[in-house]
């Protein structure tokens, strides 16, 4: 199955793959993406999986709860997709996810699965899917954005998240903001200073 998807160039040596939440679709992201990184390559799939009429990245069995070997089938498809796309359009690297509700988890499913695929992830509102350890992930940069209350995903969860996380060997920055599970303005400017800081330490060391 082929993927509905946006490609925008840039003029900096970064792309940015822009995963949706529930409801989402190619589109959504992307002036999100030009207000956090205005020159940055945007790579933004639709998801595949629809869910009362309406795309999502993989299925859920319930409120809350994640039918995880479809996660694992659908980070397989889009892996491909992403690989092939970095090659076709000439995307360049370091790739950091920008993910929002089910895209946020459905970039922690690629760095589940695919460890080596994101060059980092700036996960908006995720959950904590997989109960179990990650593979390791030494130094690969994540911020984690959650709301304190979000009815979505619970405190514990945000906790685990980070535990896991941390023992997978990711350099994490989180922070709990006072907000449910819809953005709000102020995290823009935490999200921009830490692409800023990582992007510039990427090139850096390249």
């Known amino acids: ?70 996660l694992q089938r659908r980070a397989r498809e889009l892996a491909e ?5 970095l090659h076709a359009h000439a995307l360049p690297r370091p790739l950091v996810a920008v993910g929002y509700s089910n895209g946020a988890n459905m970039a922690l499913g690629l760095l589940f699965h695919h460890p080596s695929l994101l060059d980092g992830a700036l996960l908006l509102r995720p959950m904590e899917p997989f109960g179990a350890p990650y593979p390791p992930l030494p130094g690969k940069p994540i911020l984690v954005l959650a709301g304190l209350r979000d009815p979505l995903v619970p405190q514990e969860a945000f906790q685990a998240l980070l535990g896991r996380l941390q023992e997978a060997g990711a350099r994490v920055q989180a922070h709990l903001l006072p907000t449910g599970h819809a953005l709000v303005q102020g995290e823009m400017a935490l999200a921009q200073a830490w692409l800023e800081e990582e992007v ?3 090139s850096g060391a390249a």
Not at 81 to 85: G, K, T, Y
Request: aromatic residues 6%.
């Open 1 to 70: 199955m082929r993927f509905r998807y946006r490609v925008e160039g840039g003029q900096e040596p970064l792309t940015l793959l822009l995963l949706h939440g529930t409801g989402g679709d190619e589109t959504s992201l992307l002036p999100l993406a030009r207000a956090l990184r205005p020159q940055a390559h945007l790579l933004s799939p639709r998801g595949q999986s629809v869910e009362e009429g309406v795309p999502r990245f993989f299925r859920r069995l319930g409120e809350g709860v994640l039918d995880l070997e479809d």
């Open 81 to 85: 997709f992403v690989e092939h796309s």
């Open 200 to 202: 510039s330490s990427q």
